[in-house]
């Protein structure tokens, strides 16, 4: 069983939103997943988030084997990055 972390298209036509999900390799992209791990929003408006995500579930499944989608990888960079600065807040 491949695992992949990777993103789940979700909202309205023009007007996407995406979670962030672990899902087996061979199922469709909006198809069944096995966790969500958060989501990304290319598109907030007013005070809503870009992205949210759960760093020590993603750090679970990266230990694991699951490998992520080159988006996937780049959204969890900027996480991290952005990590402290939560924090310290």
């Not at 759960?54 to 990590?83: C, F, M």
């Amino acid at each position: 069983m491949a695992l992949k972390i990777r993103l789940q298209r979700a909202g309205a036509r023009n007007a996407p939103k995406y979670r962030l999900v672990v899902a087996e390799a061979s199922h469709r992209r909006d198809g069944r997943f096995v966790e969500g791990l958060g989501y990304y929003n290319p598109q907030p408006k007013g005070q809503e988030k870009r992205q949210e995500l759960n760093l020590d579930r993603v750090d679970y499944w990266l230990s694991v084997g699951a490998k992520p989608s080159e988006t996937a990888h780049n959204l969890i960079k900027r996480a991290r990055k952005e990590q402290p600065e939560a924090a310290q807040a």
